[in-house]
């Protein structure tokens, strides 16, 4: 079974545009059964108005799927924290599970943002900005797949250093009510080393997924709390979208 998880950077090469036939041909390349995105957008003028999500779904040949906005509106523009109660049609961001097999429940986590304006350094465009740290949210999904049963989180935690920590710390809190067992996985924002030690979540792959062109870092991630689950390989494609390598897992279960 292959999980891959994937921040798409609403669909666009960095420092470029946004072609939905190269996006779907890249997810199609995938050929993930299990595909949890990051950065997704839904009816953004950027990306063409598109439903990233179910552009997609169509490639991967999904049987579910799910898109949960953590912002309305435009990021960088006019924005504000996603409540679920959008209408449709409405412009948002986001992150989306999909998956080959069927879906046997969903949830929606809204993680805690940071709540007042604040000054940080960016090492691009390498100065002091006043920050306004976008809401961020948690997507899972329960799956009927041929290793079991599995609960499958997907998020994308804010890259503020210590935030992102009280993030996960606040989403396992709520995903240990949920059955066993469970793979966490998304755009964590922070080191493989600090993703196990917060986490208490053993990885299941290793690999630098970021910049794209020589990635020196993991930002990227695949957690588990089954002692069963493990990968037979596992790689970090370049494709032609993203500032993000996707993480691909061959999963498999130990008899």
Same mark, same amino acid.
């Given at each position: 079974?292959?999980?891959?998880?994937?921040?798409?950077?609403?669909g666009r090469t960095p420092g470029g545009d946004v072609d939905l036939g190269r996006f779907a041909d890249c997810v199609a390349?995938?050929?993930?059964?299990i595909l949890a995105l990051q950065e997704v957008d839904s009816s953004q003028?950027?990306?063409?108005?598109?439903?990233?999500?179910?552009?997609?779904?169509?490639a991967m040949g999904a049987r579910s799927h799910r898109f949960v906005a953590a912002i309305a509106g435009t990021p960088g523009a006019t924005w504000m924290a996603a409540t679920g109660e959008e209408q449709p049609g409405t412009a948002a961001y986001g992150v989306a599970l999909l998956s080959r097999y069927p879906a046997l429940n969903w949830q929606v986590v809204r993680l805690p943002r940071v709540p007042f304006r604040f000054p940080m350094y960016l090492r691009a465009p390498g100065r002091i900005q006043v920050? !306004?740290?976008? @809401?961020?949210?948690?997507?899972?999904?329960?799956?009927?797949?041929?290793?079991?049963?599995?609960?499958?989180?997907?998020?994308?935690l804010s890259f503020v250093p210590g935030w992102n920590r009280i993030q996960l710390r606040r989403l396992l809190r709520d995903v240990r009510a949920l059955p066993w067992p469970r793979v966490v996985t998304g755009d964590?924002?922070?080191?493989?080393?600090?993703?196990?030690?917060h986490s208490g979540l053993r990885a299941l792959a290793s690999a630098p997924t970021f910049p794209t062109e020589d990635p020196t870092q993991q930002l990227d991630h695949v957690l588990t709390d089954d002692p069963?689950?493990?990968?037979?390989?596992?790689?970090?494609?370049?494709?032609?979208?993203? !500032?993000?390598? @996707?993480?691909v897992a061959h999963l498999h279960r130990d008899s």
């Open positions: 079974m292959k999980l891959v998880t994937f921040n798409i950077l609403h390349g995938l050929d993930a059964d003028e950027r990306s063409g108005l598109a439903d990233l999500t179910a552009l997609a779904a169509e920050i !306004d740290e976008e @809401p961020r949210a948690a997507v899972i999904g329960r799956f009927d797949t041929p290793l079991g049963d599995l609960t499958v989180v997907n998020t994308h964590l924002n922070m080191s493989a080393a600090a993703a196990q030690r069963g689950l493990n990968v037979k390989e596992h790689h970090t494609p370049r494709l032609a979208i993203s !500032d993000h390598r @996707p993480l």
